[in-house]
């Protein structure tokens, strides 16, 4: 059943609206709600949320409990490509938890964490940006590492990154969420503006499988999830870019690169020269690299995930 | 006065980026002046430029103490003001929500943290503010409730207002919080407008500015204006006043004007047939403090906040 959430008057003949799809079946009392498009330019989400719910509506008889699909937190963004909340020129995260008596998007932001807050679980997809292509991966705060790290393993993603506490990310719906109360796992995969099927397939079986841990679906299971990497404390190399250019790069997401492996290169078309090399600082797995080659100075081309030495064996994995 | 480059990059196919400073004096450094952060912040940009007009003019007077350092950065960020985008063009991001800086991170950390040390060490800092919300405000410093915010110090601007807000947990990474935690009396300035130049507010302004230097020692020769015995507002307690309807929006009052309760202060028209959604009340006596400035309003858009 869909139900709209929020409905606000725009200036001109429209009512500006979020709206969620209500999908209920059986006894159980467990509600899973997947979430997505806080940023408008994040499309990878529309494709998991289509998914899980055709997947529900073609088997309601397997749900046990109440999955909510809400498609677009940021609906002008998304149809208007934009990454933030058009007309206030802000980012939608970092908002939360709104004000009822605030501005449009404030309300809304506010309106979004009420009616979400009770859930069992809460999904926030996200999809890097234009400028990043990620590997599947869940970020977690390391306030909530011991809650949310055993629901993230069931999402079937490569990476776990569990991050430091960061006072600017204190306004986002997952920080909100988390922090009274209702567990909110955030994924980030692909890249803006695009939707890879893989990376969203290999996702909702995810989302299946998480809600049959939680004991919401009663399908049986496709394929074992995959074991994560489950990354924690300063164990990130950032590799920023030394000179503004074009950067080329041939490298993939979610690969193991050796120390001193080249990934790619800062030319300049203009002197036809290179301009720096850019090579891995260590043995690790790349989870980020960059998908959009114009750089400036510091702009981040690449992450990898350092290996220690017994992980040098394993590729990082619990096996 | 020393013209100095304070920062550079070089771009891909532009001219290098460039942040150019005004120094005045040397020995103690006194005061910062910070123009432009964002691509739309013109009036921010104009108010520094006369105000290093004005200041080399009193120093070729010998009126400044040479001992006392003032450095004026009139715009952070030419490189957004030429192509007309209010944040970083290449990734959106927002030179005053990266302090203090990291010079090993992401270009506008790096553009931050250039700028944080050049600022680190002031006694006094004054940044042009603007706002997200498109409006005009009554000229006003406004401070951010660290503990560290000097009001006193405040004060001697002389500005008709003086405004405390709680900080929100992004508001951590904006130059005047940063600014309060290393130890220098930081204020926003707001100087009515944002993308246009407004130059009865920025005469104001100026003057503001001025008294502030004569009252440091900066300025030694008699200065000649009054100003303000600064009300201190606290931006939790003002009355503020929403759009109930969207459409065309008109104002009767602007930023600066003193309503009776209850008078019409705005007209939200139908934006097809012109019939009238909304006249918009004022809700208390008092003066306007911010005033909506945009054609086309949202439901629920912050419209009016009152003293
Ligand atoms: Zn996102």
Redesign the pocket.
């Known amino acids: 059943m869909i139900k709209t959430i929020i409905s606000s008057e725009l200036p001109i003949g429209e009512q500006f609206l979020v709206r969620k799809n209500v999908l209920s079946n059986g006894n159980g009392g467990k509600r899973i709600c997947v979430v997505t498009g806080?940023?408008g330019d994040?499309l990878e989400g529309q494709m998991v949320c289509y998914e899980v719910s055709r997947i529900i509506q073609e088997n309601i008889e397997l749900l046990d409990g109440t999955v909510e699909i809400y498609p677009a937190l940021n609906p002008l963004g998304i149809d208007s490509l934009q990454r933030g909340f058009p007309n206030f020129d802000l980012d939608m995260?970092r908002i939360f938890p709104g004000n009822p008596k605030g501005t449009m998007v404030e309300q809304a932001a506010y309106r979004i964490t009420e009616d979400l807050k009770g859930a069992d679980m809460v999904i926030d997809i996200?999809?890097?940006?234009l400028y990043l292509r990620e590997c599947p991966q869940v970020r977690i705060n390391v306030m909530h590492e011991d809650w949310l790290v055993p629901y993230a393993k069931m999402l079937n993603v490569d990476f776990i990154w569990v991050h430091d506490a960061a006072t600017v990310l204190e306004a986002t719906l997952a920080y909100s969420l988390n922090s009274t109360g209702t567990p909110c796992l955030v994924v980030?995969l692909g890249v803006g503006q695009r939707i890879n099927d893989r990376m969203c397939a290999n996702l909702t079986n995810g989302v299946f499988n998480l809600l049959r841990n939680m004991g919401v679906w009663k399908g049986v299971e496709d394929a074992l999830p995959s074991k994560p990497i489950v990354c924690k404390g300063d164990k990130v190399d950032f590799l920023n870019a030394a000179n503004s250019g074009v950067f080329l790069t041939e490298q993939k997401t979610g690969t193991v690169v050796e120390k001193g492996q080249k990934i790619g290169a800062i030319v300049d078309p203009l002197s036809g020269t290179v301009l720096s090399e850019v090579i891995s600082p260590c043995l690790g797995y790349l989870f980020t690299i960059r998908a959009y080659p114009i750089v400036y100075e510091g702009s981040l081309m690449a992450r990898i995930y350092k290996f220690d030495e017994k992980e040098k064996s394993t590729g990082g994995r619990d096996l | 006065m020393i013209r100095e480059t304070l920062y550079t990059m070089k771009s891909l196919h532009r001219d290098d980026f460039k942040i150019e400073g005004f120094r005045f004096g040397s020995g103690e450094k006194t005061m910062a002046i910070v123009g432009s952060m964002r691509g739309d912040e013109i009036q921010q940009l104009y108010i520094c430029s006369q105000m290093v007009a004005q200041l080399k003019e009193l120093e070729s007077q010998g009126d400044l103490d040479p001992n006392k350092s003032i450095l004026i950065i009139p715009s952070c960020n030419p490189y957004s003001m030429n192509v007309s985008k209010r944040f970083w063009a290449m990734d959106n991001t927002d030179i005053n929500r990266m302090f203090p800086g990291y010079d090993q991170g992401e270009t506008t950390q790096r553009i931050a943290a250039a700028i944080f040390k050049q600022l680190e060490g002031y006694q006094y800092g004054a940044q042009m503010a603007s706002s997200y919300i498109p409006g005009s405000y009554v000229p006003h410093v406004r401070m951010l409730k660290t503990g560290y915010e000097n009001i006193e110090a405040a004060k001697m601007f002389g500005f008709p207002y003086i405004s405390v807000s709680t900080p929100a947990p992004f508001d951590t990474a904006l130059l005047n919080y940063n600014w309060q935690v290393w130890g220098t009396s930081a204020f926003s300035i707001y100087a009515g407008q944002t993308n246009n130049i407004d130059k009865k507010n920025a005469l104001l302004t100026q003057q503001c500015f001025i008294r502030f230097l004569k009252r440091i020692g900066v300025i030694r020769k008699p200065v000649k204006n009054v100003g303000y015995d600064s009300l201190l507002l606290d931006e939790d307690n003002l009355v503020r006043i929403s759009a109930k309807k969207a459409g065309l929006f008109t104002a009767q009052y602007g930023a600066g004007d003193y309503v009776d309760e209850g008078a019409t202060i705005a007209i939200i028209t139908d934006p097809n047939d012109g019939s009238v959604l909304e006249e918009v009340k004022a809700t208390t006596s008092g003066y306007i403090f911010f005033a909506y400035n945009k054609p086309l309003v949202f439901q629920h858009s912050l419209i009016f906040t009152i003293i």
């Open positions: 806080t940023h994040e995260n996200h999809s890097s940006n980030e």
